[in-house]
């Protein structure tokens, strides 16, 4: 007899994707994980960095990284995860994660001696690629952890309809195997209210114009100051509201303050 399991009785995981311009905190947004349990970082850009993570009080103890070593040893990393789930698998960037796996697949199309020779990326490489990309995405998704990821923006244009829309960087087949897996796609940008001040890191939840975004957890609202794993997480489980998040309120105030600023600029102009 098939074993099936109540709703109500599953773990919690979120799966998670934030996308946006390089600087845009992707990277540290995900990283925070780290501070609730142990969490492996597939690190293909190799951006991940102990004293980067240290200012935002991020236990770089707690992470594991993996560097790129070719398919079947990213393979062999999904069967480990699924053996022995941490409490989060963060993929950055599957932007960069594919342009890897492209390379391997037109590498290994070159060393197999075949009739296709041709030096540059071909048509049969980025199916191969795609293909493996796809599965890889289908085993990690089912491991008992959050998983969570990353990638970098890119607007694109519709051959057929000349509909433009920015979202991950990925071939389309695998943006779209992507953002139908995940249950949040956060678009990450910085705000600058005041030159003087810091800048702040916001991140919107939801489709705004041509940029992709959801929340299938309906947890999240619609522009969320500091989008970070903890701070999605507190929202997912209650623990904090819109009206109760205090970073938030900040941002608006600091906001508010120097609009009145620069109304108050303009009045004395004129």
């Known amino acids: 007899m098939v074993k099936l399991t109540k709703l109500s009785d ?39 960095m102990a004293q980067a993570l240290e200012q935002f009080d991020i236990d770089h103890d707690n992470i594991e990284r993996y560097v790129w070593c070719g398919t079947d040893d990213l393979t062999d990393l999904s069967h480990d995860l699924f053996a022995d789930p941490p409490f989060a698998v963060v993929v950055d960037s599957a932007s960069e994660l594919h342009d890897l796996i492209l390379a391997q697949a037109q590498k290994d199309r070159l060393a197999g001696g075949g009739r296709d020779r041709h030096p540059g990326i071909s048509i049969g490489d980025h199916g191969v690629a795609t ?11 089912l491991i008992d952890s959050h998983v969570l990821w990353t990638a970098q923006e890119d607007s694109t244009q519709d051959e057929d309809t000349g509909i433009k829309s920015i979202g991950p960087r990925l071939p389309n087949k695998m943006r779209i195997a992507l953002t139908g897996c995940v249950d949040q796609i956060i678009r990450t940008e910085t705000r600058v209210i005041d030159e003087d001040e810091p800048e702040w890191y916001v991140g919107t939840a939801v489709r705004r114009g041509i940029a992709a975004g959801k929340d299938r957890t309906s947890t999240l609202p619609i522009g969320i100051v500091d ?40 009045t004395a102009k004129s």
């Open 131 to 141: 293909a493996w990309h796809k599965a890889f995405l289908r085993d990690i998704r």
């Open 227 to 266: 989008p970070t794993f903890d701070r999605i997480w507190d929202y997912f489980t209650g623990t904090i509201t819109e009206d109760t998040d205090t970073i938030t309120a900040d941002y608006v105030a600091a906001k508010r303050k120097a609009d009145e600023a620069k109304q108050a600029r303009q």
């Open 10 to 48: 599953a773990s919690p995981f979120l799966r998670t994707l934030w996308y946006g311009e390089p600087g845009t905190g992707k990277t540290t947004a995900a990283a925070h994980a780290a501070k609730h349990g142990r969490t492996v970082i597939i690190d293909a850009e190799g951006g991940v």
